[in-house]
């Protein structure tokens, strides 16, 4: 009897259990992310920080890598409208951030990079 309710407890906690969502397909324009940026889980951070479970962290929290002083001290959360911004206007967006790049103008590959980071957790 004892068994039975055993495994009984183990089935119900299995389907009760939340999926693992996977990550979204990497967009064809995170190209030009992924020269400076990893985004598997563990990578060691390069040019940029990995962006492996940067959704809803603050910004300027990724163990290991030299942030500036504008985006450690910075008090942006990485959400979604967060994240677009950023890509679009790193400069301003969060001045005095080193990110070196322009900026990626069109909105919807902007929210494109910004969901698949998003999904990485």
Not at 24 to 41: E, N, Y
Not at 77 to 99: D, S
Request: charged share 15%; aromatic share 8%; hydrophobic share 45%.
């Amino acid at each position: 009897m004892l068994h039975r309710l055993a495994i009984t407890s183990i089935v119900a906690w299995s389907l009760a259990a939340p999926a693992i969502a996977a990550p979204l397909p990497r967009p064809a324009v995170f190209g030009i992310c992924a020269a400076c940026h990893k985004t598997d889980k563990g990578a060691p951070n390069t040019i940029g920080p990995n962006l492996w479970g940067i959704a809803n962290t603050k910004a300027g929290d990724v163990p290991g890598f030299a942030f500036s002083p504008a985006m450690k001290s910075s008090k942006l959360k990485w959400t979604k409208a967060n994240l677009v911004a950023f890509i679009q206007e790193p400069q301003k967006t969060v001045p005095g951030t080193r990110m070196p790049f322009g900026g990626l103008k069109n909105p919807e590959s902007a929210a494109a990079i910004a969901d698949y980071i998003l999904s990485l957790k």
